[in-house]
């Protein structure tokens, strides 16, 4: 059993920062790749940043590419986010995925992710 569990989030003033934690926890794999994903209320989730394992490529959406690094810790199967210049937009609940290996789903798609955090909510108010 895999477990991915999420820390960081909370409420910040617009313009501030968070640094999200996951770590993963139970039987544990050489993930391929990393993610984090966030879902507003009555949106879909989308794709906010991923890692590889391999290597050191990271992805960004366009949204958070200037405002935001992805970083692991292979060693600790914890993947970090550190988000800066928060805007009212960002708010959502966070999630924290892993892929195993390669998907038919590209990266950004949620389907491509074998596992998932219960999330955690970041609000930023403006």
């Known amino acids: 059993q895999v477990q991915l569990v999420e820390s960081g989030g909370g409420l910040v003033q617009a313009g501030g920062s968070l640094r999200l934690s996951c770590a993963a926890s139970?039987?544990?794999?050489?993930?391929?790749?990393m993610a984090w994903f966030r879902q507003a209320p009555g949106q879909e989730r989308e794709f906010v940043a991923g890692?590889?394992?391999?290597?050191?490529?990271?992805s960004y959406a366009d949204s958070m590419k200037d405002r935001s690094t992805i970083s692991r810790d292979s060693a600790e199967n914890t993947v970090y986010l550190q988000m800066n210049t928060l805007k009212p937009e960002d708010t959502a609940v966070y999630y924290c995925?892993?892929?195993?290996?390669?998907?038919?789903?590209?990266?950004?798609?949620?389907?491509?992710?074998?596992?998932w955090g219960q999330g955690t909510q970041v609000t930023v108010s403006s």
């Open positions: 995925a892993a892929a195993r290996s390669v998907s038919q789903y590209s990266y950004t798609n949620a389907r491509a992710y074998d596992y």
């Open positions: 139970g039987r544990t794999f050489s993930w391929y790749r």
């Open positions: 890692v590889w394992w391999g290597g050191s490529r990271t």
